[in-house]
């Protein structure tokens, strides 16, 4: 079955096994390819945030009160870059 059988079987309600069988394969693809891309941006958001984190922990673990700003000044980052280190 093409996708424009597909298409055109969704369109004209004509749903049949096949449609059903297309359907679950197409999500079951979608899945696949989601899942790689998500494990690539997990794998490079650990590979840059990493070294962040360590120093961001190191900072903090002086037991005093930070802000943000401090923070961001002492990493050498962006103020919007903390928080997303801090979660």
């Known amino acids: 079955m093409t996708k424009r059988e597909f298409f055109e079987a969704i369109v004209n309600a004509n749903v049949e096994a096949e449609v059903k069988e297309f359907a679950k394969a197409g999500l079951a693809n979608l ?3 989601n899942s790689k891309r998500a494990a690539k ?8 945030n990493g070294p962040l984190v ?6 903090l ?3 005093k009160v930070h802000g943000t700003a401090e923070l961001a000044e002492a990493l050498g980052v962006k103020i919007a870059k903390v928080a997303v280190i801090a979660l």
Do not use: L, P, R, Y
Request: hydrophobic share 35%.
């Open 31 to 33: 899945d696949k390819v």
């Open 41 to 48: 941006a997990a794998e490079k958001k650990a590979e840059i």
């Open 54 to 59: 360590e120093q961001f922990n190191t900072i």
């Open 61 to 63: 673990g002086d037991g």
